[in-house]
């Protein structure tokens, strides 16, 4: 039951982990796609007309690099907490769970490192 308890609790701090990396990805057409759905969103929402998006973009716009400054600290921050997190529930998991844990750390879809983190590649 404890073991049971401990591979419950390690499995969901990476789910959410990974989930948390995954959204901070940029999806295709990276940061364009969040500006663009801000705009959508609130053209959607609000009824803007186009003059008041040509209005509206150019806030959008200069918000757009302070919002990602604030994401990107607040991953590393996560990362802090998750790696924390990790090293002390790995002592606690026997080899063969140990193992599972590397393999499901090194997926890329449960928020392990991605090809991009390795290149280098940067979103500033």
Do not use: C, W
């Not at 401990?6 to 995954?22: E, H, K, N, P, R």
């Not at 959508?40 to 998006?53: A, I």
């Not at 392990?112 to 290149?119: A, H, T, V």
């Amino acid at each position: 039951m404890k073991r049971n308890l401990l591979t419950l609790i390690a499995a969901g701090a990476i789910a959410v982990g990974g989930f948390v990396m995954i959204q901070a990805q940029p999806g295709p057409g990276g940061h364009r796609q969040g500006k663009r759905f801000m705009l959508e969103r609130l053209t959607k929402e609000l009824n803007v007309t186009s003059e008041q998006q040509t209005k509206v973009q150019p806030i959008i716009d200069q918000a757009r690099p302070q919002i990602a400054a604030i994401h990107h600290e607040a991953m590393k921050k996560i990362k802090v907490v998750m790696d924390s997190t990790m090293s002390q529930i790995r002592p606690l998991l026997t080899a063969d769970q140990q193992k599972k844990l590397d393999d499901i750390q090194k997926s890329p879809s449960r928020g392990g490192s991605s090809d991009r983190e390795n290149s280098g590649e940067n979103d500033d």
